[in-house]
């Protein structure tokens, strides 16, 4: 089944304590992208990827990082995080970046205390 | 600059049509998409327009204008599993690599 996975869905952290949430995708799709979601303010992009080791800054970067070493797996990396960086986040593919449709993960929910 | 534009929130019963609007102003265009999300889940693709005019899909139409900046998607049957958040998305300039510009969303409650 085509899909984007992405972990864990739900959690709940502290202020500072570094945490990793993973995105893999089984499409060979080369573009991917990670976006948060607060109420109010709609999905906004943090950080996109079009290929294998070429990332680049969305709208929303700051305290956020990523890598994509394959083609499959984007994760988002946050080094200290902090309560405003409490949102649901979604990760999301597409074939390229331009007309294709973002095929969206399920979303992970994170509340930083 | 950027800007989407779309009521916050529509009401409709079941078995109306309902046709939820989108004005967008962006520094460039290379196509609108329509996404569906329902509370707590992903979003999903809809529809996508680039050229004027309207694109059918079963019960969901949606429509561009780009001289007027302005979509909208219409919904048509309306049922219950219809209640969700609609979101507009503008692709922009193809120079830059944010890929989607979205809206604010519109959640529509249909009631019986």
């Known amino acids: 089944e085509a899909q984007v996975t992405q972990n864990p869905r739900y959690l709940i952290t502290v202020t500072g304590k570094k945490l990793t949430v993973t995105c893999s995708q089984n499409?060979?799709?080369?573009?991917m992208s990670w976006y948060r979601q607060d109420p109010g303010l709609g999905l906004r992009q943090i950080y996109y990827s079009m290929n294998v080791e070429v990332t680049d800054k969305g709208d929303v970067p700051e305290g956020y990082k990523v890598s994509r070493k394959e083609k499959r797996n984007f994760p988002l990396i946050l080094e200290s995080p902090s309560p405003n960086q409490t949102s649901l986040y979604f990760c999301?593919?597409?074939?390229?970046?331009?007309?294709?449709?973002?095929?969206f993960g399920p979303g992970t929910r994170l509340t930083v205390t | 600059g950027q800007n989407i534009d779309q009521p916050t929130e529509m009401t409709a019963t079941e078995g109306a049509i309902v046709q939820i609007n989108c004005t967008y102003q962006t520094s460039g265009f290379n196509g609108l998409f329509w996404y569906q999300q329902h509370a707590g889940e992903a979003p999903t693709f809809l529809s996508y327009n680039v050229l004027d005019g309207l694109e059918e899909k079963g019960r969901f139409s949606s429509f561009l204008s780009r001289s007027k900046g302005y979509s909208y998607l219409l919904l048509k049957e309306l049922q219950m599993k219809d209640s969700a958040s609609y979101l507009c998305a503008v692709r922009g300039p193809s120079q830059a690599g944010t890929a989607l510009i979205f809206g604010k969303g519109t959640t529509l409650s249909v009631s019986s």
């Open positions: 999301a593919s597409s074939k390229q970046r331009g007309t294709y449709e973002q095929y």
């Open positions: 499409m060979n799709h080369e573009y």
